[in-house]
């Protein structure tokens, strides 16, 4: 820790180590949940909740990154004491949140048999599905204004108690699905946990954001037709590449689904998130630095750019040190840990996908400080093409696999995304470095609509901190 320690102030310390310790507890709360579900549910049933689970993925579209938007701009306005301008920022947020939301429950619902058949689910089990939806497409909605909330808590610099609420979701979560499970209460059992955990994080974030702040989101005088520009206009700078992250692992479900068998979804999601959990165990911490490279980064300055090399150095050996080690003795023992997790429900082919997935998920965590970085300083298209690049890799990989074989294996996918990842995390770290070599920050000549220039000149003098 004394990397962190003379990297950062006590405050953002304490948010990077919550982040590292919130994803920690998760990724031991998913080496819990994955037996227990594959136990009462199988790996077919189960590959039909994450099929649902994938349909929810796809309606965070709707979020149009107002959830990112709202944490920099109430952390603005409340590192400024002013507190009337924040709650406008929250309210309006909400706000926007819920019409986006209740267009996605519509068209959830009306495309519903439409959507199910997609996925090629045998008969029983789309009816399941099709029974599910209209449940989940209401979950969808609900999912927006919780994560907005548990923003606005991370944009008043509590981003350690956000990061605490949501490990409780989980921990909730995973408590009562085993509860309901073992009363023969089948996939319900996992929607009825999800929107419990939901209920809790929004209890928790809104009682600590009262604490905090005397804030009244409620109140109808609070919306601002400026402040729901604003958002959205920021929003959407991060948007498509939050879209292009969201379908990407829909999209390989949708073709393992289709290519090869529902029951296969299952051992793509064991390797998948335990790969990427081991990767957002030191990247959790690293995210919390975007504020402070915000603000430094302003005006690129000499010696700002320093400060940003030597965040990036540090940053690097914050990996070194801690996440290559670990993927190295995880690459080397898979098989034999994955036969204590799972014992004979173990596939023959899950030890080798997932050390295609951990290769994966370390090329994506090399490049995550300048990743950062590149957002700090504003230059959020470079963060959009770092997506398009591995999404647009694996998508094309793995439908030339597709076509050529007339078939698809799990391996094909995680080579494909492997493919991806390598050339996107190039792309990024070159950036970077042109980036930092800039003398002028991009936060100062972004684009803003000519209606708005002047409100945004007179209120980014007040800015220190990007998004």
């Known amino acids: ?165 949501q490990m409780c979701g989980r921990f909730v979560t995973v408590i009562i699905a085993t509860i309901l499970l073992s009363l023969d209460m089948g996939i319900k ?91 957002g165990l030191v990247e959790a911490g690293i995210r919390a630095l975007i504020p402070e490279v915000s603000r430094i980064g302003v005006d690129l300055t000499e010696q700002a750019k320093a400060r940003i090399r030597e965040i990036h150095r540090r940053c690097f050996s914050l990996i070194m040190c801690f996440a290559l080690p670990a993927y190295t003795v995880l690459f080397l023992t898979v098989p034999f840990l994955l036969q204590i997790w799972l014992g004979n429900r173990l596939t023959e082919s899950l030890p080798m996908i997932l050390r295609i997935a951990l290769v994966s998920s370390l090329l994506s965590l090399t490049c995550v400080p300048a990743y950062y970085i590149l957002m700090g300083i504003g230059k959020v298209r470079h963060c959009f093409i770092n997506h398009a690049i591995l999404g647009g890799t694996n998508v094309l990989l793995v439908l030339t696999f597709a076509w050529i074989n007339n078939g698809l294996t799990l391996a094909e996918v995680f080579i494909s995304n492997t493919v991806g990842t390598l050339f996107s995390t190039i792309y990024v770290i070159r950036q970077k470095r042109k980036a930092i070599d800039q003398t002028v920050s991009s936060v100062n000549t972004s684009p803003v609509p000519t209606n708005e220039v002047s409100v945004y000149h007179r209120e980014a003098s007040v800015t220190s901190s990007c998004l």
């Not at 820790?1 to 006590?10: A, D, G, H, T």
């Not at 600590?208 to 009244?216: F, G, L, M």
């Not at 609070?222 to 959407?236: A, T």
């Open 189 to 279: 059992a996992l929607l009825i946990s999800s929107i419990t955990s939901n209920v809790l994080i929004h209890a928790m974030s809104f009682a600590i954001i009262r604490r905090i702040a005397p804030v009244r989101i409620g109140r109808l005088h609070n919306i601002s037709l400026l402040r729901m520009r604003r958002l959205l206009f920021f929003g959407s700078r991060v948007l498509g590449g939050t879209l292009l992250s969201l379908l990407l692992n829909p999209f390989n479900k949708l073709m393992i689904s289709r290519y090869a068998s529902v029951a296969s979804i299952p051992i793509y999601e064991i390797a998948y998130s335990a790969s990427m959990q081991i990767r």
């Open 1 to 165: 820790m004394k990397i962190i320690k003379k990297l950062i102030s006590s405050q953002l310390r304490i948010n990077m180590i919550s982040g590292m310790v919130a994803t920690l507890i998760n990724i031991v709360t998913l080496v819990i949940a994955y037996p227990i579900y594959l136990h009462f549910l199988g790996y077919e049933q189960y590959g039909v909740w994450l099929i649902l689970s994938a349909i929810l993925g796809f309606a965070q579209i709707g979020n149009l990154g107002i959830g990112q938007a709202v944490m920099k701009l109430v952390a603005e306005e409340h590192g400024h004491g002013d507190l009337k301008s924040a709650q406008q920022y929250m309210t309006s947020a909400i706000v926007i949140l819920l019409i986006s939301g209740f267009v996605v429950l519509a068209i959830i619902i009306f495309f519903k048999a439409l959507i199910i058949e997609l996925f090629n689910l045998s008969e029983e089990n789309a009816k399941m599905a099709i029974w599910l939806l209209p449940y989940i497409a209401c979950l969808s909605v609900y999912v927006f204004i919780v994560q907005a909330v548990n923003a606005i808590l991370a944009g008043l610099g509590r981003m350690d108690l956000a990061n605490y609420s």
